[in-house]
């Protein structure tokens, strides 16, 4: 009898074991996240596209099941392989436990138009380090390959991280479903950064150089650069000016160079600095010059279009948003290139405050036409913000001058106001200076729009900041006023439309004046802009 009940109590322990182990073997682990990637697909009909699920925690072995939503258009297999069957959208659900995560699948019978956008069309990169090339694909699935032309410079990954291997340039080709782009890398030894070296040729960025008086340069660091880089000094024809005539400036050339010349302290109309420098390189394939703007912290150029609808790229330094890099085809067979580099160093005008939208401060143009001098000393009276100024008028020209008095500056937008009845050219025109223009963008403020409104000029109004003018005509459409940037000053003229004479005649008549009246010192050597043309 009691060896009965061992027995009996042996086959409990173990039917309780076997329970025990039955019980514990049906314990699932439970998902904490899934992942689903990709999130979204296009495929043409019969087309196949993987999915990957990721489940944690990564220490636990999961099942995760795949159903489709419309299996007529798109099916998954148990391991997550969409198949397109017919034109629509599915969604396909990937399952975890309680946890789910879809992509959407789009089917036609027409593969999807891919579009590749590279953003980086040169790295510079100190050896030993990398960088990523930035880029974008569409639809997202789309395969990309990167390609390096000299894996001894520079190799890359399948998703564009470049890595420096030794000095020295190379090409990656980015390219996908029959679109490629190039990026050209630059290897450093020490990391560039505008510093003289062998493989960066551009001119030195130093705006402000030492020149004798001829405008010949003298300045040491420049000379060192250029002698180092393998340019020699010697005049340097820029092109035409806008009479025609050459523009010949001291600078340095070697037509052996990829960058065969540069020309130091030119300025714009606006008295902007400027450098240029001319490279054998198109804007179409550029990328040794662009190698070297990476180089010296211009690390995206962006593609746009001058004033007169010329192609360009233009970019900005990236420690110093002040200096502006521009870059467009001009060949000059004198220095043989093709491509026309313009560094700009952008400069604030002076003001005496911001615009005054709601002044009434304007000239008036039919006093003034009436030729009568007491007349328009009444005006200016009545008005109240100028003084006439005996001394710079001509009384027997009756061209006027009435300056701002000091008390109205925070009151007006004029510095002074000239009233032109008699010139070299005949042609009568109101002249003023204002002071509350710091630059080219200002003239695109809606409140310089709104201040011609006030005075009445607010007709067929229109911006042109980036030839640095605006305009706007009074309520006839006959007399028209325009507001411009000359030589670091702002000039607002009116005067009558006239078929023999342009706007941009006038803004020249304008600044002559001005220089005539106020002997204000001829400018020599500066750079008229082919842009502001």
Same mark, same amino acid.
């Given at each position: 009898?009691?060896?009965?009940?061992?027995?009996?109590?042996?086959?409990?322990?173990?039917?309780?074991?076997?329970?025990?182990?039955?019980?514990?073997?049906?314990?699932?682990?439970?998902?904490?996240?899934?992942?689903?990637?990709?999130?979204?697909?296009?495929? $043409?009909?019969?087309?196949? $596209?993987?999915?990957?699920?990721?489940?944690?925690?990564?220490?636990?072995?999961?099942?995760?099941?795949?159903?489709?939503?419309?299996?007529?258009?798109?099916?998954?297999?148990?391991?997550?392989?969409?198949?397109?069957?017919?034109?629509?959208?599915?969604?396909?659900?990937?399952?975890?436990?309680?946890?789910?995560?879809?992509?959407?699948?789009?089917?036609?019978?027409?593969?999807?138009?891919?579009?590749?956008?590279?953003?980086?069309?040169?790295?510079?990169?100190?050896?030993?380090?990398?960088?990523?090339?930035?880029?974008?694909?569409?639809?997202?699935?789309?395969?990309?390959?990167?390609?390096?032309?000299?894996?001894?410079?520079?190799?890359?990954?399948?998703?564009?991280?470049?890595?420096?291997?030794?000095?020295?340039?190379?090409?990656?080709?980015?390219?996908?479903?029959? $679109?490629? /782009?190039?990026?050209?890398?630059?290897?450093?030894?020490?990391?560039?950064?505008?510093?003289?070296?062998?493989?960066?040729?551009?001119?030195?960025?130093?705006?402000?150089?030492?020149?004798?008086?001829?405008?010949?340069?003298?300045?040491?660091?420049?000379?060192?650069?250029?002698?180092?880089?393998?340019?020699?000094?010697?005049?340097? =024809?820029?092109?035409?000016?806008?009479?025609?005539?050459?523009?010949?400036?001291?600078?340095?050339? =070697?037509?052996?160079?990829?960058?065969?010349?540069?020309? %130091?302290?030119?300025?714009?109309?606006?008295?902007?600095?400027?450098?240029?420098?001319?490279?054998?390189?198109?804007?179409?394939?550029?990328?040794?010059?662009?190698?070297?703007?990476?180089?010296?912290?211009?690390?995206?150029?962006?593609?746009?279009?001058?004033?007169?609808?010329?192609?360009?790229?233009?970019?900005?330094?990236?420690?110093?948003? &002040?200096?502006?890099?521009?870059?467009?085809?001009?060949? =000059?067979?004198?220095?043989?290139?093709?491509?026309?580099?313009?560094?700009?160093?952008?400069?604030?005008?002076?003001?005496?405050?911001?615009?005054?939208?709601?002044?009434?401060?304007?000239?008036?143009?039919?006093?003034?036409?009436?030729?009568?001098?007491?007349?328009?000393?009444? %005006?200016?009276?009545?008005?109240?913000?100028? &003084?006439?100024?005996?001394?710079?008028? =001509?009384?027997? %020209?009756?061209?006027?001058?009435?300056?701002?008095?000091?008390?109205?500056?925070?009151?007006?937008?004029?510095?002074?106001? %000239?009233?032109?009845?008699?010139?070299?050219?005949?042609?009568?025109?109101?002249?003023?200076?204002?002071?509350?223009?710091?630059?080219?963008?200002?003239?695109?403020?809606?409140?310089?729009?709104?201040?011609?409104?006030?005075?009445?000029?607010?007709?067929?109004?229109?911006?042109?900041?980036?030839?640095?003018?605006?305009?706007?005509?009074?309520?006839?459409?006959?007399?028209?006023?325009?507001?411009?940037?000359?030589?670091?000053?702002?000039?607002?003229?009116?005067?009558?439309?006239?078929?023999?004479?342009?706007?941009?005649?006038?803004?020249?008549?304008?600044?002559?004046?001005?220089? /005539?009246?106020?002997?204000?010192?001829?400018?020599?050597?500066?750079?008229?802009?082919?842009?502001?043309?």
């Amino acid at each position: 009898m009691r060896r009965l009940s061992v027995i009996l109590s042996s086959l409990l322990l173990l039917v309780g074991l076997g329970s025990c182990q039955r019980e514990c073997s049906e314990v699932v682990p439970e998902a904490t996240d899934l992942t689903l990637s990709p999130k979204t697909v296009t495929l $043409q009909v019969g087309g196949t $596209q993987q999915l990957t699920a990721t489940v944690l925690p990564a220490d636990q072995t999961f099942t995760v099941t795949f159903t489709s939503d419309k299996p007529d258009v798109a099916t998954v297999d148990a391991k997550g392989l969409i198949t397109a069957v017919a034109e629509g959208t599915a969604h396909i659900t990937a399952q975890v436990g309680k946890l789910t995560r879809q992509c959407i699948v789009t089917v036609s019978k027409q593969a999807p138009a891919v579009k590749l956008v590279v953003e980086t069309t040169a790295l510079s990169i100190k050896k030993g380090d990398n960088a990523q090339i930035k880029y974008t694909v569409t639809p997202t699935d789309t395969p990309v390959t990167f390609t390096s032309d000299k894996t001894d410079i520079a190799t890359v990954d399948a998703q564009g991280l470049v890595t420096a291997v030794a000095a020295g340039s190379a090409t990656v080709t980015v390219a996908a479903a029959g $679109q490629q /782009a190039l990026v050209a890398i630059t290897v450093t030894e020490d990391n560039g950064g505008g510093n003289t070296t062998v493989d960066n040729e551009l001119p030195l960025l130093k705006f402000v150089i030492e020149q004798d008086s001829k405008g010949v340069p003298v300045d040491a660091e420049v000379i060192k650069h250029e002698q180092a880089v393998g340019r020699t000094m010697k005049p340097i =024809n820029i092109g035409k000016g806008p009479d025609g005539g050459d523009l010949i400036f001291p600078g340095f050339s =070697n037509p052996a160079l990829t960058i065969t010349a540069a020309v %130091y302290s030119l300025k714009t109309q606006a008295r902007e600095n400027v450098i240029i420098a001319f490279s054998k390189e198109s804007l179409a394939e550029c990328p040794r010059t662009q190698a070297m703007l990476t180089d010296y912290g211009f690390e995206s150029l962006k593609k746009g279009q001058l004033a007169n609808g010329t192609p360009c790229m233009v970019g900005t330094l990236s420690d110093n948003s &002040n200096i502006q890099v521009t870059i467009y085809d001009k060949p =000059n067979r004198d220095l043989q290139s093709t491509l026309l580099i313009e560094f700009l160093e952008k400069r604030e005008l002076p003001t005496a405050h911001p615009i005054l939208p709601k002044v009434k401060d304007f000239p008036d143009y039919a006093t003034f036409i009436t030729g009568d001098v007491a007349k328009i000393k009444e %005006y200016e009276s009545t008005l109240g913000f100028r &003084n006439f100024d005996t001394q710079k008028s =001509n009384m027997d %020209y009756k061209n006027l001058y009435f300056e701002t008095k000091q008390e109205s500056i925070p009151e007006s937008n004029f510095q002074f106001v %000239y009233y032109v009845s008699t010139n070299d050219k005949g042609i009568k025109f109101i002249n003023g200076v204002v002071n509350v223009i710091k630059g080219p963008k200002d003239l695109a403020d809606p409140k310089l729009k709104e201040w011609f409104t006030t005075n009445g000029y607010s007709k067929d109004f229109e911006s042109h900041a980036d030839k640095g003018f605006a305009r706007g005509w009074d309520a006839s459409g006959k007399i028209v006023c325009q507001i411009f940037i000359r030589e670091g000053i702002t000039f607002l003229q009116i005067f009558e439309k006239q078929k023999s004479t342009s706007a941009s005649q006038m803004r020249r008549l304008a600044f002559e004046q001005y220089k /005539a009246t106020l002997a204000h010192p001829k400018t020599t050597q500066y750079y008229r802009s082919q842009r502001s043309r």
